[in-house]
C-alpha cells in the first residue's frame, strides 16, 4: 500500500480533459514539492512537472500541476491517444526519510 | 546529453547476491544526488535508495535495508546498488535516476532515468 494514493485508473475521451488525484500528508505534501512522472507502455519514467506545477523541459503544455495542503492534482488537456500511459506522484517524506510514489495512474483514452 | 546506463541484472537464487551499476555520461556524477527505483512486474515504482553527491550520506526504504548497499565511484561515474540476501520479493526492473542536487530531501526531483536492469530472483 503506497503512502500517496491515486485512483488506479482514469479514462476520458480525446480532446477532453482529466485529472489524476494524488493524496497524502502532513510530512510528505504538505511539506514537500510533488512531482509527476510519466510512464509509457515500456519505457522509463520521465519527468513532466516538478515543484509543483513546474512543468519540465520539452513537456507539452497541456500538461498541468497543482497543489494544495496535502493533496496534488495532475490535469492533461486536449488528451491525445500518445498520452496513454502510468502516471504517478512522487516526493519526500520526512518522517520515513525517503522518496514515497503514488500507486500510479494507468490513463485510457477512450 | 545526460545519459544513464544501468547493467548488472540477471537471474539470482533467493538468498544470493548481484551488484547493479548504473554508468553516467554528459556530467559530473559527484554534483548530483542519485536513487534507484525499482519496478516489480506489472507493479508501481519504489524508491529503493538515495545517496548523495559525495557518497557521504545514504538512505533506503524499510524492504532492503541492511540488505542493500548504495556507493558510488565519482572516479569513474558510476553508482551501484550491491543487493545481498535476494528475495523473491526483490524480483523487480530497476532504473537509476539523476537528482536535481548534490544532497537528498523534499525539493529534488529525479530526471533523466536509465532504461532499467532486471533482477530476476527464482530457485
Known amino acids: 500500500q503506497s503512502v500517496l494514493t491515486q485512483p488506479p485508473s482514469v479514462s476520458e475521451a480525446p480532446r477532453q480533459r482529466v485529472t489524476i488525484s494524488c493524496s497524502g500528508g502532513s510530512s510528505n505534501i504538505g511539506n514537500n514539492a510533488v512531482n509527476w512522472y510519466q510512464q509509457l507502455p515500456g519505457k522509463a519514467p520521465k519527468l513532466l512537472i516538478y515543484?509543483?506545477?513546474l512543468l519540465s523541459s520539452g513537456v507539452s503544455d497541456r500538461f498541468s500541476g497543482s497543489k494544495s495542503g496535502t493533496s496534488a492534482s495532475l490535469a492533461i488537456s486536449g488528451l491525445q491517444s500518445e498520452d496513454e500511459a502510468d502516471y504517478y506522484c512522487?516526493?519526500?517524506?520526512?518522517?520515513?526519510?525517503?522518496?514515497?510514489f503514488g500507486g500510479g495512474t494507468k490513463l485510457t483514452v477512450l | 546529453e545526460v545519459q544513464l546506463l544501468e547493467s548488472g541484472g540477471g537471474l539470482v537464487q533467493p538468498g544470493g547476491s548481484l551488484r547493479l551499476s548504473c554508468a553516467a555520461s554528459?556530467?559530473?556524477?559527484?554534483?548530483?544526488?542519485m536513487i534507484w527505483v525499482r519496478q516489480a512486474p506489472g507493479k508501481g515504482l519504489e524508491w529503493v535508495s538515495s545517496?548523495?553527491?559525495?557518497?557521504?550520506?545514504?538512505y533506503y526504504a524499510d524492504s532492503v535495508k541492511g540488505r542493500f548497499a548504495v556507493f558510488r565511484d565519482n572516479s569513474k561515474n558510476t553508482l551501484f546498488l550491491q543487493m545481498n540476501s535476494l528475495g523473491l520479493e526483490d524480483t523487480a526492473l530497476y532504473y537509476c535516476a539523476k537528482g536535481r542536487l548534490g544532497v537528498v530531501g523534499g525539493d529534488d526531483w529525479f530526471a533523466p532515468w536509465g532504461q532499467g536492469t532486471l533482477v530476476t530472483v527464482s530457485s
Open positions: 554528459g556530467l559530473t556524477l559527484s554534483k548530483y544526488a
Open positions: 545517496v548523495t553527491g559525495s557518497g557521504d550520506n545514504t
Open positions: 512522487a516526493t519526500w517524506d520526512d518522517s520515513l526519510n525517503g522518496v514515497v
Open positions: 515543484f509543483d506545477d
